[in-house]
Structure formats: structure tokens, C-alpha cells
């Protein structure tokens, strides 16, 4: 596939050059040949979600898993509390370790969030990249 880019006649001179705006589609085409098969591509597929939107999802939902999912100063605490040598003890911090991981936010319960309000994602990507993109003409002034 090729493609011929040029810039719009009378653009005015606050557009990025086009040697920038190839260069952006140049990075974000190769984005597509290593998305990672996840559980939100079909929202790229069907145009909810952009690419960079589809894998900041993927991302956010993998950081939430982690994040709500720790056992906490608590548990390690109790942990060094109880004797390891003691199966009564083991077997009660194996149960409440258990009950902490179970009752709390499931891989499936964020996803099934996530999958429900795509338009979030899309928000929070937004802010993302509105804090994290370099704008090359901003750039080039400093």
C-alpha cells in the first residue's frame, strides 16, 4: 500500500509541517503490527476506540488489576506476625488471602467495567496525550 501525503493548500502557518505530520502517521501505522491480541481490539475494529485509545485501555485495565489487587501493609504485617511453622496459622492467612483476592476487583469485573463505558477511555486518553505529546512546533520555539 502506498500513500501520498501533501499538505492542504493554503493551510496557514500554524500547521505543523508535513514532514512532522508523516512522521506521526509513520509511528502510529506501526502500532498496528504490535497491538497485543487483548480483550478491547474489538473497539478499534468497529471504530469506538482508535488504536492508542484500544491500548491505553489494554494498559489501564492491566495497572488496575495490579493496583486494586495488592494485599496491602496489612496483610504483610499480619504475615510476619503468625508463625510460618504453625499450619493453623498458614492456613488462616492462605483464607484471608484467598477472601482479599476474590471479593475484591476481578480481571473480569474491570474489564466487563471498561467494556461498558469505551467513552471513558476515550476521555482519559485525551488528558493523557494532551499532558504527554510533544507538540513539535511548541518544541521547536523553545
Known amino acids: 500500500m502506498s500513500l501520498y501525503l501533501?499538505?492542504?493548500?493554503?493551510?496557514?502557518?500554524?500547521?505543523a509541517p508535513i514532514e512532522h505530520t508523516i512522521h506521526q502517521v509513520i509511528k502510529e501505522a506501526s502500532l498496528i503490527y504490535c497491538l497485543p491480541?487483548?480483550?478491547?481490539?474489538?473497539?478499534?475494529?468497529?471504530?469506538?476506540l482508535s488504536v492508542q485509545e484500544a491500548?491505553?485501555?489494554h494498559v489501564g485495565w492491566l495497572f488496575a488489576q495490579h493496583f486494586l489487587n495488592r494485599l496491602g501493609n496489612?496483610?504483610?504485617?499480619?504475615?510476619?506476625?503468625?508463625?510460618?511453622?504453625?499450619?493453623?496459622?498458614?492456613?488462616?492467612?492462605?483464607k484471608i488471602k484467598k477472601k482479599l483476592?476474590?471479593?475484591?476487583?476481578t480481571r473480569e469485573y474491570l474489564?466487563?467495567?471498561i467494556k461498558m463505558y469505551p467513552e471513558l477511555i476515550h476521555l482519559l486518553y485525551i488528558n493523557f496525550a494532551m499532558t504527554h505529546y510533544?507538540?513539535?512546533?511548541?518544541?521547536?520555539?523553545e
Open 111 to 113: 474489564l466487563d467495567i
Open 37 to 48: 491480541t487483548t480483550p478491547l481490539q474489538s473497539f478499534f475494529q468497529t471504530g469506538r
Open 55 to 57: 491500548i491505553y485501555g
Open 134 to 141: 510533544i507538540n513539535p512546533l511548541a518544541a521547536a520555539l
Open 6 to 15: 501533501n499538505p492542504l493548500p493554503n493551510s496557514n502557518s500554524n500547521s
Open 74 to 94: 496489612e496483610y504483610v504485617s499480619l504475615a510476619s506476625i503468625l508463625e510460618k511453622d504453625n499450619p493453623v496459622h498458614v492456613g488462616v492467612l492462605n
Open 101 to 105: 483476592r476474590t471479593d475484591t476487583f
